[in-house]
């Protein structure tokens, strides 16, 4: 699932200033910087209402109220993305440990990073943990 390539180009192509325009500065800090939100204080974690969960950065939809659930992990969670491609999947080796980082793969913005296995009942067996921070929810259309 995972790549080593970091050097990808999206495209939406910011600067950095640019960005930092776009950007509070705590969302640049998790967006851009793979920062990390501080666990069950994010918006979305326990937020039940339909809707689609489109990148921050960007605005491209990545997910959706269907395939969120509750995981207690303090982040929200979801066992898929809204579609094939919405999101690209980095090797991540940082903190000791090994995990899959999840991108936004229009912006290449960091959303979280996701984990197979560990026994949730979901149609994929995978927890999407995605940053409150990361994305915006929008209105289901219709």
Known sequence: MATNSTNRIYPLQLTNDEWRTKLTAEEYHVLREAGTERPFT????????????????????????????????????????AAEGKVEYIEDVSLGMKRVEVRCANCGSHLGHVFEGEGYATPTDQRYCINSISIRREPLAG
């Open 42 to 81: 994010g918006e979305y974690t326990d937020d039940h209402t339909e809707g689609v969960y489109n990148c921050r950065a960007c605005g491209v939809e990545l997910f959706r109220s269907t395939e969120k659930f509750d995981s207690h992990c303090g982040w929200p969670s979801f066992f898929a993305p």
